[in-house]
């Protein structure tokens, strides 16, 4: 099979050294957020990572804003190394391909991955604008906002890499009016979606069971605007003990995304907005299926006091066609029970420059992928590129789907 270039609807940028120093309005520039190299060990906190200074530790480049540090880690830019030699330690910028951080070394490394385009989740504001809603100084909070998302529009995504480079930008998570201003802002300006919480509550929201949300959703629909809801956007992961292995998180960090599902399905959400399209990226699928089923059976089962009764008017899995994405890199489970979802709503991604990403052999894999769950050619094109290519209305940067000749018969 000839699979065509592939469209990827989740990867990353480590973000370059003067984003924020050169974005950012004067006044704040002396609080701006920077890196400093130091020295020192990564110290676990509840919702993210921060660096410690200690002469006994490694050197790592660390992001310092607001009484933050974040230190860049190995897990976050390590894209095509040896696996089995990877750690979730501090590194440098250094020691970090350039294809993570500079605009024509990441286009190079697409050309050579079989890729098109790709939509780019930020790390130093963590998947959803995390670090700038800690911020207590708002104004500040506002403006590092702002500034990420006019150099992701304009610089990353802009000149030679327009069409290639996809922006999803953030909101100002701490205020919904405030948030809808800032889609509309951007949407002027080319942007294709938004970052957003798996779970609002976990970081002190509202959730999406609330109506608190809705100047932010009727933005989304009147400018066409994604909400991408990223593992690990709620600043939690799946621990099962104190003493759990990491595998244990790794292997469950979908749990986020399936939290989320049903969230929205049971929301109402979808009533109120009819055209709002969601994205849970990086989550994987073959989950889906199943969870559909049984949200439907318990919603009949449990009618009398199932708390819905005035927030949806049918079965809730009948509100995914249409308005879920689900967003896979290698899940054969999920394409072998694909007549189970809306085939048109499932999306590749590649997870560049992360390490657990398939760069730099994303073509192979795809197309073991292909052939282990035996897909058509015009499957392929619509898992690969197509529909992606609906989802975020990409005609728009003169992206074309990808066109499967129909077979001739003799």
Known sequence: MDIPKIISVDDHVIEPLHVWQEWMPKKFADR???????TGRMKKLPRRFNFVEDPDGKPADVWV??????????GVASAGGDRSKLSNGPMLYDDIQPAAYDRTARLAAMDSNHTEASLCFPNFPRFCGQTFLECEDRELGLAAVQAYNNWMIEEWCGDEAYGRLLPVTLIPLWDAELAAVEVRRCAEKGNTSIAFSESPPALGLPSV????????WRACVETGTVVNMHIGSSSTFPRTGPDSPMLTMLTLVHEGSQRALVDWLCSGVFERFEALRIAL??????????????IDYTWRGHQGYAGVEDRITRAPSSYFEGHVYGCLVDDPVALESRHRLPFEQLMYEIDFPHGDSTFPRTRESAEKLIAD??????????LLRNNAIGC???????IEPAHVPTPSVA
């Open 392 to 398: 975020y209305r990409l005609e728009r940067f003169g």
């Open 281 to 294: 990226s990086e989550g994987e699928v073959g989950w889906m299926p199943f969870l559909l089923d049984r």
């Open 373 to 382: 769950s035996g897909l058509s050619d015009v499957e392929a094109a619509q």
């Open 209 to 216: 069971h609330t109506d608190y949300w809705d100047p932010l």
């Open 65 to 74: 804003f607001d009484g933050l540090a974040m230190p860049i880690n190995e």
């Open 32 to 38: 701006a957020p920077r890196v400093e190299r130091m």
